[in-house]
Nanobody, 117 residues
């Protein structure tokens, strides 16, 4: 089992920045990929950014150039730096961890990000 706990959400004005953090614990040795997803009211959950064990990253087109995903293996942490935030970035952001061997995906409880003036 893997446990994920997000933090860092909040209210920010358009153009502002936030950094989300995700702390992983439990059977973390099996994790292959970690990422951030988001879900806005009335919409499906969507991928925001993902990072592999090897450090390869990919981003949703809507956040390219504004968001950066990174990780600290020593601390078992994954981060999402969000700059130039827009109202359409408003959503609940979820941390995700995938274990390929067992084809299992783990999710955090989510953290609310609201971009509004």
């Amino acid at each position: 089992q893997v446990q994920l706990v997000e933090s860092g959400g909040g209210l920010v004005q358009p153009g502002g920045s936030l950094r989300l953090s995700c702390a992983a614990s439990g059977s973390i040795f099996g994790i292959n990929t970690m990422g951030w997803y988001r879900q806005a009211p009335g919409k499906e959950r969507e991928l925001v950014a993902r990072i592999t064990n090897g450090g390869s990253t990919n981003y949703a087109d809507s956040v390219k150039g504004r968001f950066t995903i990174s990780k600290n293996n020593a601390k078992n942490m994954v981060y999402l730096q969000m700059n130039s935030l827009k109202p359409e970035d408003t959503a609940v952001y979820y941390c995700n961890a995938e274990v390929s061997k067992t084809r299992t995906a783990y999710w955090g409880q989510g953290t609310q990000v609201t971009v509004s003036s």
